[in-house]
């Protein structure tokens, strides 16, 4: 294999740009030709595919976002679509792709090869952390803490005035980011989809603390809980409790996909990049790299995407027994 080309696709994540550096980096190294394809499989479609070299990605490992953009396509969706990325690609005689992305990156990429057989090999990037075959996602560690610091501010005006706040993060299937900051910022509660918590039982956990003099308390809701987002759940505890609460909501929203990753997801996203690389050029096709207990491994794209991957029941217990 002497030419290859990396994405990035769906939701941007802070390492992104550190993966696509040890891509691009991997590939001189082994002497292959590598091209970025702006966009996404967007780009892909209309051939905005750009030659890359190792100082195309000088000073990008510590920048958030993705040098070459992301989108999602619709157009990829279809046969027609995917036709025209495929000539796209044949015309630059690209023969393998390196694919940065989550679940509809590597749904798509594996259609792609079922029609096409161009090899894919994915890297997971995602804040998530929700994608099965590995322990960590690329801008997990970052999104995590970014989250963490809104909190610990948030909990400073919640203790000076004595107020209730609900804390939506990101994760519409995912818990993962609201039970690890969560119990990092020693959170009251934490509700995620994995785990039903219903709105009697947070009533209860205030009930408790207002019992032992607690004047403030947070609780970290995942905006895909099965209550309802933060407002609707906020709406509900006011609702449900006699005493008179002071309740205030806050959804932290996009902050928590950019800003500059942390050390953790440089070194993931490294790692993860120049294995995708390494496992595409040994014959690798339609797998995600991953770590999983400090080893690299590949999981089947049909896995990655059908597999659910649960939130440890240690963490769950972890927010029972620390909030009491």
Avoid: W
């Amino acid at each position: 294999m002497k030419k290859i080309a990396v994405f990035t696709s769906g939701g941007d994540a802070p390492g992104m740009n550190a993966c696509i550096r040890a891509i691009v980096r991997g590939a001189a190294y082994h002497n292959v030709e590598v091209f970025g394809i702006v966009r996404g499989y967007n780009g892909m479609i209309k051939g905005d595919i750009i030659p890359l070299n190792s100082q195309s990605v000088s000073n990008i490992i510590q920048r958030g976002g993705t040098i070459l953009k992301s989108a999602r396509s619709k157009e990829f969706m279809t046969s027609e679509g995917r036709q025209k990325a495929y000539d796209q690609l044949k015309e630059k005689g690209i023969e393998g792709l390196v694919a940065i992305g989550g679940n509809g990156t590597f749904t798509g990429a594996e259609i792609f090869y079922n029609e096409f057989k161009i090899p894919t090999v994915g890297a997971p990037g995602t804040i998530d952390n929700d994608l099965y075959g590995t322990d960590y996602t690329i801008g997990y560690d970052t999104a995590v803490n970014t989250a963490l610091d809104a909190i610990d501010k948030i909990r400073d005006t919640a203790d000076s005035h004595d107020r209730v706040f609900f804390i939506e993060v990101m994760g519409r299937d995912s818990g993962y980011i609201a039970i690890e900051c969560g119990i990092a910022g020693g959170a009251e509660a934490v509700m995620i989809p994995e785990n039903l918590t219903p709105v009697s039982d947070i009533i209860g956990i205030l009930q408790k603390g207002f019992a032992k003099a607690k004047s403030s308390s947070i609780v970290v809701v995942a905006e895909g809980d099965e209550e309802g987002n933060a407002q609707i759940i906020a709406k509900k505890i006011k609702e449900g409790m006699s005493a008179e609460l002071d309740i205030r909501v806050t959804t932290l929203g996009h902050i928590q996909r950019g800003g500059i990753p942390t050390a953790s997801d440089r070194i993931l996203a490294s790692r993860l990049g120049l294995g995708a690389l390494e496992g595409l050029l040994r014959g690798e096709k339609n797998v995600m790299a991953g770590v999983v207990n400090n080893q690299l491994v590949y999981t089947p794209f049909h896995d990655t995407i059908t597999k659910k991957k649960p939130v440890s029941e240690d963490l769950i217990r972890m927010v029972e027994i620390l909030s009491t």
